[in-house]
């Protein structure tokens, strides 16, 4: 599976929003965008990712860039990945 | 087929607790196992009690459908106990649990097991230790291993909400604990978490919880990955607790984080194997 389709089944998963994430790209934009995109759901992903991928996120790395869209998402975990 | 059995009867009541009154939904079988045999469920942290209400909710109905009796206990400082969030404490947590145990003793049922939920196991797991009352079964559902762990990634709830609020000084996980060393309360996700608390709940680990003279432990993981195995956390407690001879038996029920989903979710093979492990049936 791609790192983009993975990363869209987290999401879907989290925050419980099905099909709706299948029209999702590169571009679409998470937070401020998407209302179930709260701080629970900030935190229930970076640890989705943690534990799937076997990373640590650090304080400093929870910025808003990050969550900006999903293709920022998708980079950043590409970038753990490679650390 | 078997005929419909009768509703259980559900009787919330407060009941005169450690600091203050404890409010308790009592699941009352129409029908009574002769056994008469009981549950207290002992909920998880903070906002993770309230997504887990509905699953709490099923299991309890589940048993009470089938003869046993069950217990869901707000905290002090949680839910509609008494007490504010910012006065709970870990220690009179641990004896409003046996106050619990002790008005289900006057009810007149003596075989009483605990269901302990993420942090709530580590509670019943400590409750346990204290050896005050003898315990029938032990049921973990997604147990906190750690609970130091387990607190950072609560404190990263507030820098979470500080990252979608850009008017908001950003804190730090550090900043955060020397708040919390100075004896001040830390606001996260709407709770005022008490410098003790999180000091009491930092120091707890499973591992080092003596439950050796415990019957039977019954550990469930919940993963949305059909056929995974416990997690590696989790491996590691089980595996010290065997080598050390606790009677502990693993599993993992396929099914959503329904402690953190967006939306309430529910997972009925937990429910189903929990109802077998405490009525005893199935091994």
């Known amino acids: 599976m791609a790192l983009i389709d993975e990363v869209k089944q987290i999401l879907a998963d989290v925050l419980q929003i099905g099909a709706r994430v299948d029209n999702f790209t590169e571009d679409t934009a998470l937070l401020g965008a998407l209302p179930e995109f709260d701080s629970m759901a900030v935190i229930s992903i970076i640890t989705s990712l943690e534990e799937k991928y076997d990373f640590d996120v650090s304080d400093d790395e929870i910025d808003a860039e990050v969550f900006e869209t999903l293709g920022s998402l998708v980079s950043f975990v590409g970038w753990k990945l490679q650390q | ?283």
């Open chain 2, 1 to 283: 087929m078997t005929s419909p059995r009768p509703l259980p009867v559900l009787r919330p009541q407060f009941i005169p607790g450690t600091a203050g009154r404890l409010f308790v939904n009592h699941f009352s079988p129409a029908e009574p196992d002769p056994k008469r045999h009981a549950v207290l469920l002992i909920p998880p942290f903070a906002d993770e009690m309230n997504k887990s209400r509905r699953m709490f909710s099923m299991l309890a109905r589940s048993l009470a459908s089938q003869g046993m009796d069950c217990c869901l206990i707000d905290l002090y400082g949680t839910g509609d106990s008494e007490g504010n969030f910012a006065d709970a404490d870990w220690d009179i947590w641990c004896r409003d649990v046996q106050i619990a145990h002790s008005w289900l003793v006057q009810q007149g049922i003596m075989n009483i097991s605990l269901l302990g939920m993420r942090t709530g196991a580590l509670l019943a797991s400590d409750v346990a230790q204290r050896r005050m009352f003898t315990l029938d079964k032990l049921v973990f559902w997604q147990p906190v291993v750690d609970g130091e762990t387990f607190l950072n990634q609560f404190l990263r709830l507030r820098l979470a909400a500080d990252m979608l609020n850009t008017k908001s000084k950003k804190s730090t996980s550090e900043s955060l604990r020397q708040s919390l060393m100075r004896g001040e309360c830390v606001e996260v996700a709407g709770y005022m978490l008490p410098p003790a608390l999180a000091q009491e709940l930092a120091s707890k680990k499973l591992v080092e919880m003596d439950v050796s003279h415990l019957g039977q432990i019954s550990w469930f993981d919940v993963s949305s990955h059909e056929g995974a195995s416990l997690s590696q956390s989790s491996q590691t407690v089980v595996e010290r607790w065997q080598s050390l001879g606790v009677k502990v038996k693993p599993s993992v029920v396929t099914g959503s984080s329904f402690w953190m989903t967006a939306e309430i979710t529910e997972v009925p093979g937990l429910i189903v194997a929990s109802t077998e492990c405490l009525l005893g049936v199935g091994g």
